[in-house]
Nanobody, 121 residues
Framework: QVQLVESGGGSVQAGGSLRLSCAAS????????MGWFRQTPGKEREFVAA????????YYADSVKGRFTISRDNAKNTVYLQMNSLKPEDTAVYYC??????????????WGQGTQVTVSS
């Protein structure tokens, strides 16, 4: 069974930075694309960023492009999301996911439990 465990969330003022980590169990981490999504109450889960198996290709939502960076370390079975210049509208629960490379939740079949990010103005 695959387990994904996010960490690094917290509270920060607007303009600040956070780095989220997602550690995956199992030996097949490098065989799958990874993605980050976020969700606020009453809204659908929203694509944030995705990365292919090697880390050579990355994709971002327009709302975070230029501010967020996704990366992965296959030796450590970990994917990261560096978030800079945070805005109050970035406040959400952030989830990492494993699956096929894509920008919708339907591309991913394993999900972490989520980590809260709160950005105050």
């Amino acid at each position: 069974q695959v387990q994904l465990v996010e960490s690094g969330g917290g509270s920060v003022q607007a303009g600040g930075s956070l780095r989220l980590s997602c550690a995956a169990s199992g030996r097949t981490f490098s065989s799958y694309a990874m993605g980050w999504f976020r969700q606020t109450p009453g809204k659908e889960r929203e694509f944030v960023a995705a990365i292919n198996t090697s880390g050579g290709s990355t994709y971002y939502a327009d709302s975070v492009k230029g501010r967020f960076t996704i990366s992965r370390d296959n030796a450590k079975n970990t994917v990261y999301l560096q978030m800079n210049s945070l805005k109050p509208e970035d406040t959400a629960v952030y989830y990492c996911a494993r699956g096929a490379l894509g920008t919708t939740p339907y591309h991913y079949n394993y999900w972490g439990q989520g980590t809260q990010v709160t950005v105050s103005s």
